[in-house]
Structure formats: structure tokens, C-alpha cells
């Protein structure tokens, strides 16, 4: 290598960490969300093959790549990540380290409980506060538009519903009746703007357009974080199922516009929602025992299991030819 292609190489590397987004965490989101999927239906079908163990490893490697590379952007770049905490869109997306965490501490509940507790705690608490700093954010805001909306806005607050799922394991249950209830709250209200934003105010910009696909999470994630926090499978239970059901099939009806966009990071925002309501699609299966329950359970499995394998073949191809960590992007 050359005196001058050292130093370019370098700035470019520079560069790179300089636009490393926190988006980059909604890849975590996605991948422990096909792992829980699938220790679910390793028990719900009894299946011989694990294959969420081999998830879990490369979740949690991901995750540590990831952590180290936004770290040393924290280090070198400060401003950048303030900039990205004050900002109205990307905000939203700074929660998905909280979220990543709480995620990976379900999905080692089963075979490492003690790490779980560690990863569900810190997660669990990082996520309170950023969820009231944005909470904080929006009540007292003087930068917020119409146009700053986005399914993406979903995330800080309705992560909440989230915390049961290991939280009543891992704590008194009022601390994850606390969580679901905040993220309840939101999730109505959220909605109502946001249908308010797409009816009334244009389309979204291109690359927010995969995140349509979060109206899917919070009613399903509702589901199953109720689930599990009453064991039962009653009116309220049903209607959270139905309404995730319902946006997946609205969703599905539109494939032909997702598939023209073209790739952002933003794309990971179709496989955390699918990797939820495959999982209570799974639960709706163990507690009604319907044959037509397993059977769509099979068919979302199947339809996340490629949705995140070719997330991640594009994603890697993205980095390969470098479309991402650049600016603007």
C-alpha cells in the first residue's frame, strides 16, 4: 500500500464510523426475533433440531460487534451521537440498543437464566430512561413537524410491552404490569396520529416505508407480553391477535410496493414485527390447539426465516459495496 492510499484508506474507514447509524440495532431486533421464533416452535412442534441455539450465538456476536463499533463512535464522534439523540427521525431509532438487550435477555431466558436476568435488567432499565427522555422530548419539544412522523416513532415508547416477557421472571410482577401499561397507553395514541400523518400529509419518504410494517408489533407483542402475564387466552387477548393478524394481511396485500423500494437499513423493520406475530400465532396454536394456527405458524416461520435471511444477505452485499455508513444514508 502506497503513502497515499493509507491515509485515504483511513479517512474512509473514519468516515464510515463517523455515519455508523443507531439504526444499525434494528438488525438485533430481527435476528433475536427469529431466534425466539424458533425456540417456540421447537417446543410447540417438539421438534429433535435446535436450531435457536446456532440464532442465539449470532445474535449475541452481532450484538457485540455492534456495540463495539457505536461505542467507538461515542468515543471519537460525541457530537454525532448527540446529534443523533436530538434528532426528530433518528431519535426514535435509539432505543433499539435498550430493545436489543431485553430481547436477547428473553431469548437466554430458557437455557442461561442468570445472564438473562443481567441482560433483561440493563436493558430494562436503559430503556426507561430513554423512554422518558423522549417522553420528555416530545411534551416540551420546539422541532417536532408532521413530516418527522413515521412508524418508526412506535419504538421508544410501545418497547415497553416488551418487558414482561422475561420481566415476570425476573422481577415482581408490578414492575411488568408498569411496563405494559405505559406501552398500552401509547400504542392507541400513537396510531391515531400516525394514521392521521398518512392520510392527511403524503406519503412517507421512501426509506421509511418498511417500517409500515411496526403497526404489526405492538398489538402482537400486546398479545404476547398479556400472555404471559395472565396465562389466559380471553377476550382482550383475542383482540391483540386479531388486529397484529389483521395489519399483517393489510401488508400483504401491498407486497408489490415494498419490493420496488430500494434497500436501506430501514428494510430490518419487516422482521421484527413477522418474528412477533409468528410467535403468537405459536401461542395461539398451544392454547387453542386448532390445526389452523399450526399451520400458519409454519407459513410465518417460513416467510421470516427468508425475510431475515435475505435481510441479511443484502445487508452484508450493502457493506460489501459500501451503500451504507455513508452520509444520507
Known amino acids: 500500500m502506497t503513502a497515499t492510499t493509507a491515509p485515504a484508506a483511513e479517512i474512509s474507514r473514519s468516515t464510515r464510523l463517523k455515519n455508523f447509524p443507531v439504526a444499525w440495532f434494528a438488525v438485533i431486533m430481527g435476528l433475536a426475533g427469529l431466534t425466539i421464533a424458533w425456540a417456540r416452535t421447537e417446543r410447540t412442534f417438539g421438534l429433535d433440531v435446535a436450531v435457536s441455539p446456532w440464532l ?55 437455557s442461561v437464566p442468570g445472564l438473562s436476568f443481567w441482560l433483561w435488567s440493563v436493558g430494562t432499565g436503559l430503556h426507561l430512561v430513554l423512554t422518558l427522555y423522549v417522553l420528555s422530548s416530545w411534551i416540551h419539544h420546539t422541532k417536532y413537524e408532521i413530516a418527522h412522523l413515521n412508524p418508526a416513532w412506535f419504538i421508544p415508547v410501545v418497547g415497553n410491552i416488551l418487558v414482561p416477557i422475561a420481566g415476570v421472571h425476573h422481577a415482581p410482577v408490578d414492575v411488568s404490569w408498569f411496563f405494559f401499561s405505559l406501552g398500552l397507553f401509547f400504542w392507541p395514541v400513537l396510531t391515531a396520529i400516525l394514521f ?119 445487508t452484508l452485499l450493502a457493506v460489501a459495496r459500501r451503500e451504507v455508513c455513508v452520509e444520507g444514508h
Open 56 to 110: 442465539l450465538g449470532a445474535s449475541a456476536i452481532v450484538f457485540v460487534i455492534l456495540a463495539m463499533v457505536y461505542s467507538a463512535k461515542v468515543v471519537r464522534y460525541q457530537e454525532m451521537v448527540v446529534a443523533e439523540i436530538m434528532h426528530p427521525v433518528k431519535q426514535a431509532f435509539v432505543p433499539t440498543i435498550s430493545i436489543g438487550l431485553i430481547l436477547l435477555g428473553i431469548a437466554t431466558y430458557a
Open 196 to 314: 392521521y400523518r398518512l392520510i392527511f400529509h403524503g406519503s412517507l419518504p421512501e426509506r421509511f416505508v418498511p417500517t409500515l410494517f411496526i403497526f404489526i408489533a405492538p398489538p402482537a407483542v400486546g398479545f404476547v407480553a398479556y400472555h404471559q402475564l395472565t396465562h389466559e387466552l380471553d377476550a382482550f387477548s383475542r383482540i391483540l391477535y386479531f388486529v397484529g393478524l389483521a395489519f399483517t394481511v393489510i401488508l400483504a396485500t401491498q407486497l408489490r410496493q415494498f419490493a420496488r423500494l430500494k434497500f436501506f437499513l430501514s428494510w430490518w423493520a419487516y422482521s421484527f414485527p413477522l418474528a412477533a406475530i409468528t410467535i403468537a400465532t405459536l401461542i395461539m396454536a398451544e392454547d387453542t390447539g386448532l390445526g389452523l394456527y399450526y399451520r400458519l405458524a409454519t407459513v410465518l416461520l417460513a416467510i421470516l426465516t427468508l425475510v431475515v435471511a435475505g435481510l441479511t444477505v443484502r
